[in-house]
């Protein structure tokens, strides 16, 4: 049964700063990986997929990693604003079950000070 | 915006009762997802509708229902609330690309929270 753990479960830091959120599976059978972000008592916004073949995306400030061998990915996020708190969740289609049954973890908390 | 709407934004219930939510897709997009997310949680998949057939479900018993439309509109229905019911409801559409190829994103709406006194 795949499982997606996400680490730290909090995170607080100054603006500016440079950090990594952490994301673990627990199967490698996979069609993609995708990072959300999902803002206080509202919706997801997709951020970046990654599918199995490939090995990082990036858009602008964020660079996503994909590991599937070990089961992690990784989502760095450059010169962090404030404007960048929110909730981080990171989810995985499974390739067992077609793929679509999306399974997210519990997210990652980002608070940046101003 | 990802042009998925849901109504009602806020909804509270009592226990027993049952509850029916809906939702906008994009124009195009024939396949929606809901999922559930309790506070503290990531969303947990409930089931999937592609072209107004059920194409997959999550572990969620069978008094959480759904309905898909060809104006690419649907419905969740979940009959005999429980208290861990309270939760946010998401549903996210996308296009046929999505788990033919797993090449594209869901785009999800804003919610619809939920709660069951």
């Known amino acids: 049964k795949q499982e997606v753990t996400q680490i730290p479960a909090a995170l607080s830091v100054p603006e500016g700063e440079n950090l990594v959120l952490n994301c673990s599976f627990t199967?490698?059978?996979?069609?993609?990986l995708q990072w959300f972000r999902q803002d206080p008592g509202k919706g997801l916004t997709s951020l970046l997929l990654?599918?199995?073949?490939?090995r990082e995306q990036t858009s602008g400030r964020l660079n996503a990693s994909l590991d599937k061998s070990s089961g992690r990915s990784t989502l760095y996020i450059a010169a962090s604003q404030p404007g960048d708190s929110a909730t981080y969740l990171c989810?995985?289609?499974?390739?067992?079950?077609?793929?679509?049954?999306?399974?997210f973890g519990a997210g990652t908390r980002l608070f940046v000070k101003a | 915006e990802t042009g998925v709407t849901q109504s009602p934004t806020h909804l509270i219930k009592t226990r027993g009762q049952q509850v029916t939510l809906r939702c906008s897709s994009q124009?195009?997009?024939?396949?929606v997802s809901w999922y559930q997310q309790a506070l503290g949680q990531g969303p947990q998949f409930i089931f999937q509708?592609?072209?107004?057939?059920?194409?997959g479900r999550g572990n969620f018993p069978p008094r959480f229902s759904g309905l898909q439309f060809p104006n690419y509109s649907s419905e969740l229905n979940v009959n005999a609330l429980e208290l861990d019911d309270s939760a946010l409801y998401l549903c996210?559409?996308?296009?046929?690309?999505?788990?033919?190829?797993?090449?594209?994103?869901?785009?999800f709406g804003p919610g619809t929270r939920l709660l069951v006194l």
């Open positions: 509708y592609y072209r107004e057939e059920e194409n």
């Open positions: 990654i599918q199995s073949s490939q």
């Open positions: 989810a995985v289609a499974p390739a067992l079950d077609g793929g679509f049954k999306t399974i």
């Open positions: 124009s195009g997009h024939n396949t």
């Open positions: 199967d490698s059978a996979i069609y993609n």
């Open positions: 996210a559409s996308s296009s046929e690309g999505f788990w033919l190829a797993n090449q594209e994103t869901q785009y």
